[in-house]
């Protein structure tokens, strides 16, 4: 080797070989990121659902090529989604169970009623 060159010259970072996209992956992600999502409309089914699809579709696209970092994403959004989704349905059942009962009556029936006088007063509000 001569004083004039490069000893770096063959390890140019601009020089990488160009990443395979996995789409499996990148479908898992988004599984994932929907199933996320539909929990804050109470919509645990589906939540359940798309959290399986989210785990079951990076477990696929293992197959392709090592399991890369949306696909780890996604399990763990599908997991997360799973949990929250069987907290959330044990939680609707415990609050439909709380107000069918009878002696719970009068608590609903009186907070039924300052939801309904709230909503009067802010749609007095923007009739203003």
Do not use: H
């Amino acid at each position: 080797m001569t004083e004039f060159e490069n000893p770096y010259q063959n390890q140019n970072p601009y020089n990488r070989a160009p990443k395979k996209k996995n789409g499996f992956a990148t479908a898992a992600l988004c599984s994932g990121i929907f199933a996320i999502l539909n929990l804050c409309c109470f919509n645990f089914p589906s939540c359940i659902i798309l959290g399986v699809g989210a785990i079951s579709i990076a477990i696929i696209s293992k197959k392709e090529a090592p399991m890369t970092r949306p696909a780890k994403t996604a399990v763990v959004l599908g997991v997360i989604a799973i949990i929250l989704g069987v907290v959330e349905f044990f939680y609707s059942l415990w609050l439909s169970d709380l107000i069918k009962d009878p002696a719970n009556i009068a608590m609903v029936n009186q907070l039924v009623e300052q939801v309904q006088g709230e909503m009067a007063a802010q749609a007095d509000k923007f009739k203003k």
